[in-house]
Antibody
Framework: QVQLVQSGAEVKKPGASVKVSCETS????????VSWVRQAPGQGLQWMGW????????NYAQMFQGRVTMTTDTSTNMAYLELRSLRADDTAVYYC??????????????WGQGTLVTVSS | DIQMTQSPSSLSASVGDRVTITCRAS??????LNWYQQKPGKAPKLLIY???ILHSGVPSRFNGSGSGTDFTLTISRLQTEDFAIYYC?????????FGQGTRLDIK
């Protein structure tokens, strides 16, 4: 069965970077992409961007441009999210999700369990 | 950015009821509309994609419809496990956006 398993919770200081991993299994990794979505405490869902596991192409939400890097490792079927220059308002649960489709008409059909990133001095 | 507006923001209903949640896009998005369900402390789950297609394993009491700018999610015969927060999401533009969510509580 399709599974996405994320790395554990992180506590970071303002200005630091965080890298969240997402281990996938149960499907052909390079046939899909991986989207990243975050959710601040008590708030709604915010899509951050996605990466094609087929060719590594990325599409980042503009508000994260310059601070975010999404990568994949096709040898281990892993996806990674790096967010730099962390601020207190980056405190959130970060989810990876399997991205089915291209840039338009996609759906996020299976999700990881989430990784809590806390940014605090 | 395409704004997605859900109504109502919250809703109380009883087991066995039929409920409808509406999602409106600020511009046309064809049928590039997904619905997700999220329970407290859990990751969202895909319910419906392309406005009306049920994701694998989702019960048939969930139904999605609409195109253009107006979409609905209907749950017939509410079950206990359906009480959750529901989000719509557009994937028409290259910047995907979610609605603010609709909280469905037990009356």
């Amino acid at each position: 069965q399709v599974q996405l398993v994320q790395s554990g919770a992180e506590v970071k200081k303002p200005g630091a970077s965080v890298k969240v991993s997402c281990e996938t299994s149960g499907y052909i990794f390079t046939t899909y992409g991986v989207s990243w979505v975050r959710q601040a405490p008590g708030q709604g869902l915010q899509w951050m961007g996605w990466i094609s596991a087929y060719n590594g192409h990325t599409n980042y939400a503009q508000m994260f441009q310059g601070r975010v890097t999404m990568t994949t490792d096709t040898s281990t079927n892993m996806a990674y999210l790096e967010l730099r220059s962390l601020r207190a308002d980056d405190t959130a649960v970060y989810y990876c999700a399997r991205h089915y489709g291209g840039n338009s008409g996609a759906s996020l059909d299976y999700w990881g369990q989430g990784t809590l990133v806390t940014v605090s001095s | 950015d395409i704004q997605m507006t859900q109504s109502p923001s919250s809703l109380s209903a009883s087991v066995g009821d039929r409920v409808t949640i509406t999602c409106r896009a600020s511009q046309t998005i064809s049928n590039y509309l997904n619905w997700y369900q999220q329970k407290p402390g859990k990751a969202p789950k895909l319910l419906i994609y392309a406005a009306s297609i049920l994701h694998s394993g989702v019960p048939s009491r969930f139904n999605g419809s609409g195109s253009g700018t107006d979409f609905t999610l209907t749950i017939s015969r509410l079950q206990t496990e359906d009480f959750a927060i529901y989000y719509c999401q557009q994937t028409y533009s290259t910047l995907y956006t979610f609605g603010q969510g609709t909280r469905l509580d037990i009356k």
